[in-house]
């Protein structure tokens, strides 16, 4: 059996390596942020946008992306002007899109459990050529941003103040950022679900984190890792009859584990690396650095 003779099959792979490239894409900014959750609150916001689609009869992915974009700029406008109150604001928002979007769905005419079920874990046999039409149109403007303005992006989630010292929009390349995640979010929801992206977004830097100790390495290899673990559990979930969404996370979290594993000899034997260079250098001088775990983005 050819996996790629049934056209939904390839509908799905391709939607897979896009959600593959751009949800670490991005996470690499928001893990940078101390925001590795917030792709989990913007899908909860999204599940509103998923019900209105059904309810106005429109395409459910361009609805979530205009109100997982929106939600998101109310994230950022709370992070800003929030304070204290501000983490209630934000439950409100998560549970309030969580809540909307069941409500519309079962308000639309076919609306179902099954439907909504489709969007929060992901579903291989429903992503249609329009889906793959609007996931090709947005992930282009994912790859678009964060790699065309890499070194704003990075330079404002490393130090806020010292990029607002050196001239860069803090404020709007901030508001770029939510806007992209919550762009990625919409795109991830036909292959992983609405639930699970955020893992997709997050779990794949933390491995490449393991083994890399620049920006660069880091967002190359965790691009790598997320193109190969949906490509693995879109393939996997058609044989096996398995959910794709879950899989696929499954997968990118044993690629964590499995790279931590082979992390530590690593840092232990460039530790002894740079002990035997600066004994050679000054033989009087025997003491041994600590070991130092792999750092993640010394540099663009």
Request: charged share 10%; glycine share 10%; with cysteine.
């Amino acid at each position: 059996m050819d996996i790629l003779d049934y056209a939904f099959m390839q509908r799905a792979l391709l939607a897979a390596v896009l959600v593959g490239v751009i949800a670490p894409a991005v996470g690499i900014y928001l893990v940078q942020r101390r925001q590795a959750l917030m792709g989990d609150g913007i899908g909860h916001v999204a599940m509103t946008g998923v019900g209105l689609g059904f309810l106005l009869n429109t395409s459910p992915v361009w609805m979530a992306t205009a109100v997982s974009v929106l939600g998101a700029v109310l994230m950022e406008l709370i992070r800003w002007y929030g304070k204290t109150r501000g983490d209630i604001a934000l439950a409100m928002l998560f549970y309030g899109g969580m809540a909307g979007g069941v409500m519309f769905i079962n308000l639309a005419p076919g609306g179902s459990n099954a439907n909504l079920t489709s969007y929060l874990f992901g579903s291989l046999s429903t992503v249609s050529e329009s889906d793959v039409t609007a996931i090709c149109v947005l992930a282009a403007f994912v790859v678009l941003v964060t790699l065309g303005l890499r070194r704003q992006l990075f330079a404002v989630s490393q130090d806020e103040e010292f990029a607002r010292v050196t001239g860069l929009p803090v404020r709007a390349l901030n508001l770029l950022t939510a806007v992209t995640a919550a762009v990625t979010v919409t795109v991830a929801m036909r292959v992983v679900g609405l639930l699970l992206v955020s893992a997709l977004m997050v779990v794949p830097v933390a491995a490449a984190q393991q083994l890399t100790r620049s920006f660069a390495a880091t967002f190359a290899v965790a691009v790598a890792i997320g193109v190969s673990v949906t490509i693995g559990g879109t393939v996997t979930s058609f044989y096996q009859d398995v959910p794709p969404g879950s899989t696929i996370v499954l997968l990118t979290i044993g690629a964590f584990i499995a790279l931590t594993a082979l992390a530590s000899p690593l840092a232990r034997r460039r530790a002894r690396a740079a002990a035997a260079a600066q004994t050679a250098q000054d033989p009087t001088e025997c003491a041994i650095p600590a070991t130092r775990g792999p750092e993640s983005t010394v540099g663009v």
